[in-house]
């Protein structure tokens, strides 16, 4: 059981081959349900998708999306949020009903309740079908950063000094990139059906490294994927190291 590799020649093949499985998911079952990753590594994936839609081979209208997570506190107005992001890479361009995506909400009040709520919504949307993420080059997963014990459900978190460093190129400045952020747990990632990470660029290789090692740490999150029975990586040669 142990993680399976799709070696891509680039970021286009990474693209399409991820795209790929998750249509297959999505032409199964109609009303699937999606686990869906923001970052910079599946915008050619959602490319893909969109394209698909666009000429009738792949329908959203019964589908039903749940994102990994969210910076708090941000409005989804904010061209960093996530919940952004993903009308502007995906909803947008596709037949989904928007009532249907979930994304932890950076604007509550009180960010435990939030996080209470999402899973709520978790619950009530029934298990994902497949889940899409990106690795951090710290080896997060969501933003279940690195530390000495990790969470299991969707929770508030504070953001490591490395990964506010990586994200701060979306923003004006580094003091402009959010400190926190609500994400699903490691257990709740891990209760979906099947998983697909996708990982390119020699920045990503030591988190690969060690998560393809198969042990478990919670210094790299990533690692815990090996308790899962189906995770599938989708990569280019500089993330294997090559
Ligand atoms: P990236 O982020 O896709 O922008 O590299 C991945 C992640 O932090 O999970």
Do not use: W
């Not at 991820?18 to 199964?28: H, L, N, P």
């Not at 893909?48 to 329908?59: P, S, W």
């Not at 947008?92 to 919504?121: F, L």
């Not at 969470?151 to 504070?158: A, I, K, N, P, Q």
Request: glycine content about 8%; proline content about 4%; hydrophobic content about 40%.
């Amino acid at each position: 059981m142990s993680i399976k590799v799709i070696r891509c020649e680039n970021y286009a093949e990474m693209s399409r081959a991820a795209a790929s499985i998750v249509a297959k998911v999505m032409i199964e079952k109609k009303n699937a349900v999606l686990g869906l990753a923001t970052g910079s590594t599946p915008v050619g994936m959602y490319g893909e998708l969109a394209e698909m839609n666009r000429i009738g081979v792949l329908d959203f209208s019964d589908v039903t999306t749940v994102n990994l997570d969210e910076y708090y506190p941000i409005s989804p107005d904010n061209d960093q949020s996530y919940r952004y992001f993903m009308n502007e890479n995906l909803f947008d361009h596709v037949n989904i009903d928007k009532s249907r995506t979930y994304v932890p909400d950076g604007t509550a009040a009180d960010p435990d309740d939030a996080c209470r709520r999402y899973e709520e919504i978790l619950d009530s949307v029934g298990q994902v079908d497949i889940q899409v993420l990106g690795i951090g080059q710290n080896g997060h997963i969501g933003f279940n950063e690195p530390a000495e014990s990790l969470e299991v459900l969707t929770h508030v978190t504070g953001l490591t000094a490395s990964t506010i460093k990586a994200n701060a190129r979306f923003f004006a400045s580094e003091a402009d990139v959010p400190t926190k952020a609500l994400t699903m747990g490691m257990g709740t990632i891990l209760r979906a059906k099947k998983i697909i990470i996708m990982a390119n660029g020699a920045a990503k290789r030591d988190a690969v490294a060690v998560m393809l090692k198969g042990g478990l740490t919670t210094s790299c999150p990533a690692s815990l994927l090996n308790l899962h029975p189906d995770v599938t990586l989708i990569c280019d040669p500089a993330a294997l190291g090559e």
